[in-house]
């Protein structure tokens, strides 16, 4: 892959899930729940995001058609 490709990557910054915020006011079931749909909020993106670039990957390997 190309060096942009490999820069849009790096860190976690690309990753479009919002940051979990604790709220220590809530109670440890609530503030649980609410973590745990964060994480699987930020897998379901993960997920989604690994199935496009498997997609890309395949499109660019497929060889090009002959004229």
Do not use: N
Request: glycine share 4%.
């Amino acid at each position: 892959m190309t060096e942009s490709f490999e820069k849009r990557y790096e860190g976690y910054g690309w990753i479009k899930v919002g940051r979990h915020r604790d709220d220590p006011a809530l109670s440890w079931e609530e503030r649980f729940r609410i973590l745990d749909k964060h994480h699987v909020v930020e897998t379901q993106f993960l997920i989604d995001e690994v199935r496009r670039l498997a997609k890309e990957c395949d499109r660019r390997a497929e060889p090009a058609p002959e004229s």
